[in-house]
């Protein structure tokens, strides 16, 4: 099988939880880090233009933040996930630039010490520089996720792809650790999404990649070499598509 890229410029989409430690995945990890950095130099490689969301959930997720009390309220806890998606995104950005990439860190709230603000315009031509993007803060509102965010940026970047790198291989039938008889998809349309009730990404999300008919390829990122096949359009995950 060839790695010749198949898409031009792709958003992937990290969960925070790809940088934790051990079954809980929590924390920041640097072995992990390193481990994704070295999975994103060879995609670069290949010269595609890399836009990354990082998530927030190996530090923090406001719906769970704020779970069962009352102090806390729950826009304040959304935007203390949306800072952990920084966090992740600074030690991201490091360890790409340890490696010699040319990296921004562009953040949708402002914190100009640390991160430019997101501006559309710039981002675009960051990637067309070869700059790996980091997207973090999420959308900058709370009550959403960073896929809300991914499926928002993948499409005002006008981005081939949206590939979600996750811990399962893809979208099943049924959850595979219950139900035996439970298949992987290779390839489903939005609307059998829709019709089967398939959890693929939060709604909002999703109804934005259907609109935009932008491509969503739900695969395992601990696979050896997954995102770069994935990006040559391997038949690996599963892709969802018009
Ligand atoms: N978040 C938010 N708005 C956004 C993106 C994220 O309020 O646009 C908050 C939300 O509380 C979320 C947390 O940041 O739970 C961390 O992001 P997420 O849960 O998406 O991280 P992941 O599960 O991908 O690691």
Same mark, same amino acid.
């Given at each position: 099988?060839?790695?010749?890229?198949? #898409?031009?410029?792709?958003?992937?989409?990290?969960?925070? /939880?790809?940088?934790?430690?051990?079954?809980?995945?929590?924390?920041?990890?640097?072995?992990?880090?390193?481990?994704?950095?070295?999975?994103?130099?060879?995609?670069?490689?290949?010269?595609?233009?890399?836009?990354?969301?990082?998530?927030?959930?190996?530090?923090?997720?406001?719906?769970?933040?704020?779970?069962?009390?009352?102090? !806390?309220?729950?826009?304040?806890?959304?935007?203390?996930?949306?800072?952990?998606?920084?966090?992740?995104?600074?030690?991201?950005?490091?360890?790409?630039?340890?490696?010699?990439? /040319?990296?921004?860190?562009?953040?949708?709230?402002?914190?100009?010490?640390?991160?430019?603000?997101?501006?559309?315009?710039?981002?675009?031509?960051?990637?067309?520089?070869?700059? !790996?993007?980091?997207?973090?803060?999420?959308?900058?509102?709370?009550?959403?996720t960073?896929d809300t965010?991914?499926?928002?940026?993948?499409?005002?970047?006008?981005?081939?792809?949206?590939?979600?790198?996750?811990?399962?291989?893809?979208? #099943?039938?049924?959850?595979?650790?219950?139900?035996?008889?439970?298949?992987?998809?290779?390839?489903?349309? #939005?609307?059998?999404?829709?019709?089967?009730?398939?959890?693929?990404m939060d709604?909002?999300a999703?109804?934005?990649?259907?609109?935009?008919?932008?491509?969503?390829?739900?695969?395992? #990122?601990?696979?050896?070499?997954?995102?770069?096949?994935?990006?040559?359009?391997?038949?690996?995950?599963?892709?969802?598509?018009?």
């Open positions: 099988h060839s790695l010749v890229p198949k #898409y031009r410029r792709v958003l992937l989409k990290l969960s925070g /939880e790809a940088l934790g430690y051990g079954g809980s995945r929590l924390g920041i990890n640097l072995d992990e880090v390193r481990h994704m950095a070295v999975q994103l130099q060879r995609v670069h490689q290949r010269g595609v233009q890399l836009a990354v969301v990082v998530g927030g959930g190996n530090l923090l997720r406001g719906a769970q933040f704020t779970a069962g009390g009352d102090t !806390i309220k729950p826009a304040t806890a959304h935007y203390m996930g949306m800072l952990a998606t920084v966090m992740n995104g600074l030690a991201l950005q490091d360890t790409l630039e340890s490696l010699g990439l /040319e990296t921004r860190l562009l953040s949708a709230i402002r914190m100009e010490t640390v991160a430019e603000p997101f501006i559309r315009r710039r981002a675009l031509r960051h990637l067309e520089k070869g700059r !790996i993007v980091i997207l973090a803060a999420g959308t900058g509102n709370p009550f959403v960073t965010a991914a499926a928002l940026r993948g499409t005002e970047l006008e981005v081939d792809i949206v590939l979600k790198a996750t811990r399962v291989d893809g979208v #099943y039938s049924a959850d595979p650790e219950l139900d035996p008889n439970a298949v992987k998809y290779d390839h489903l349309t #939005y609307e059998q999404v829709i019709r089967d009730g398939l959890r693929v709604i909002a999703f109804e934005m990649c259907r609109q935009a008919s932008l491509p969503i390829l739900i695969f395992n #990122y601990k696979q050896e070499g997954a995102i770069e096949r994935a990006i040559a359009g391997h038949r690996i995950g599963t892709l969802i598509s018009a």
